[in-house]
């Protein structure tokens, strides 16, 4: 059996590497072999988990992971591919601080102005979350603006609260939930994440690990259509250092972005494939990495010093050293600008520099509203690195018509889909998809794996809902 794998990001990896390490080693004479071909256009794996340089003497680091930065305690595959690999997460407090001045700024440390008066909303909330651990299916449907609207909660806690949150989950689901609720602060906890270590380094080491395990590897290599033969067979075209080839393979999977499978589908593409991938929303943002700490100062409070005024009565026990940042947009409720402070963040930074001499990255939401921006307000000479990404947009009508249908193609005509798009955008969802994949073309789940309940849960609940299988 040959497959064929497009995309070279963590799910296609994922997918890769389980198949050929069930694989290995066999022949047709015994179990069955496969041939595993990964095929990614860039020139090395990864995908969306980058790092770029950075200068050492100036910054305490040689490099800097610029977009994925970290996971919660769930990222349990994640977590085993570094170990395997010889790299290791780092466990981090997530502290946060969101909007500016007395009647904007809260945080997950202590009660702030702005938690006294909003303190009936957010009681009443934690009624509306116990509810929908019951009524999820229904209530997760819905936009979050309508539930807000439908229970009656004031228009200053959805703007400044709820929907700043939104962007880091408040999850109902034990498994990927990040927060616990605290009826007096929204926020009651400083829940532990795991910086990754150095992104580039690990897909490097991933990428000798899979050749090791025979996985033929096509690196800069576009694959441009492909085509469905009568035989069952699929004939896969791509573009090599602008040389045109083929080879025909017995299943594909898909672990690139959706309007990619598009493009490559072509007139190939059957109604329910156009139905289910074309409604796969997205959004350009860029994200900024920078060390303005002017700019930052004036959308956010970075330091003990820059909130004694409002909470003077903050715990002296409590240093405010937050590293995730929200900004929400004046006037433009749900409009959010978000930073993350590197140096507090990423392990291989000291934490103990001086806030003047930080990174951070802000990242600017939704090319189409760039007049919402703040983005020129960063001085152009402290900006180190601008770049442009494809984010999936979480929204109702993804679920309703994408992830609902998306197990109807999923394995039709021997092709199958991965990727943090075919549920939630993160790192752990795009592994665990493409092993699901594995899975569905013979693969076996590692048994240490299938020893950790919380890691297995996961894995079900995605086939469930992906394959409408439960193995
Ligand atoms: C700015 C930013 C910050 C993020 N931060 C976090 C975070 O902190 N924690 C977290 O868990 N997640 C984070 N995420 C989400 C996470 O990065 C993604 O969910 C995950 O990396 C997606 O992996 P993937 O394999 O699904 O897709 P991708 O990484 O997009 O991989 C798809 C691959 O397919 C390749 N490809 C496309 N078309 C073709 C073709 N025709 N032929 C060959 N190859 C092709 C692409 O080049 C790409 O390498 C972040 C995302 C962004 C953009």
């Known amino acids: ?35 595993v071909l990964l095929f990614e256009k860039n020139e ?121 949150l939104m962007a880091l989950f408040l999850g109902t689901d034990p498994l990927m939930k990040l927060w616990e609720y605290d009826p007096n602060r929204l926020l009651g906890s400083v829940p532990k994440m795991y910086a990754f270590p150095e992104l580039r380094e690990f897909y490097r080491r991933w990428m000798r690990d899979l050749e090791e395990d025979d996985v033929q590897i ?20 791509y573009i090599h250092n602008d040389q045109q080839s083929t080879i025909t393979v017995d299943q594909l999977v898909f672990a690139c972005e959706p309007s990619s499978i598009i493009e490559i589908l072509g007139d190939q593409a059957s109604w329910m494939q156009r139905k289910i991938l074309g ?97 020129d307000e960063i001085n152009k000479d402290k900006i180190l690195y601008e770049k442009w990404w494809w984010q999936l947009g979480h929204r109702w009508s993804h679920y309703a018509r994408t992830v609902l249908f998306l197990a109807s193609i999923n394995g039709r005509r021997n092709t199958y889909y991965a990727g943090s798009w075919t549920l939630v955008n993160m790192h752990e969802m795009a592994i665990v998809s493409g092993i699901a994949c594995a899975i569905r073309l013979g693969a076996e789940y590692p048994q240490d794996l299938n020893g950790d309940p919380s890691a297995s849960k996961l894995l079900r609940l995605y086939m469930l809902l992906a394959h409408w299988r439960w193995k």
């Open 44 to 164: 090395v794996l990864g995908g969306q988990a980058t790092s770029i340089d950075i200068d050492a003497k100036q910054y305490g680091a040689s490099f800097l992971n610029d977009g994925v930065q970290g996971g919660s305690p769930a990222f349990k595959h994640t977590f085993r591919q570094f170990r395997a690999l010889g790299l290791e997460e780092k466990e981090v407090e997530l502290k946060i601080s969101f909007g500016h001045g007395r009647d904007g700024f809260w945080t997950n440390m202590f009660e702030t102005p702005l938690t006294r008066t909003l303190k009936t909303d957010i009681k009443r909330f934690g009624t509306l979350l116990t509810w929908m651990r019951f009524i999820e299916p229904i209530l997760g449907l819905l936009p979050i603006w309508i539930i807000m609207n439908l229970f009656r909660f004031s228009k200053d806690f959805g703007a400044r609260m709820v929907y700043p």
């Open 279 to 375: 409604n796969v929303p997205y959004f350009h943002d860029v994200s900024v990495t920078h060390t303005d700490v002017d700019y930052m100062r004036k959308y956010y409070h970075l330091d003990s010093d820059s909130v004694e005024d409002i909470a003077p009565d903050m715990p002296m026990s409590s240093k405010f050293d937050p590293m995730y940042f929200i900004h929400p947009v004046d006037d433009h409720p749900g409009k959010v600008e978000m930073s993350f402070d590197c140096t507090r963040y990423q392990p291989q930074f000291n934490s103990h520099t001086p806030v003047d001499r930080h990174i951070f990255q802000t990242i600017f939401l939704n090319k189409s509203e760039q007049e919402l921006w703040t983005k």
């Open 1 to 35: 059996m040959r497959i064929v794998i497009i995309g070279g990001g963590a799910a296609g990896c994922a997918c890769a590497s389980l198949l050929a390490k069930t694989f290995k080693g066999r022949t047709s004479a015994d179990r069955g072999a496969a041939e």
């Open 218 to 237: 096509y690196v800069n290599s576009s694959v441009s259509r492909i085509r469905y033969q009568t035989n069952g067979r699929i004939e896969v075209g």
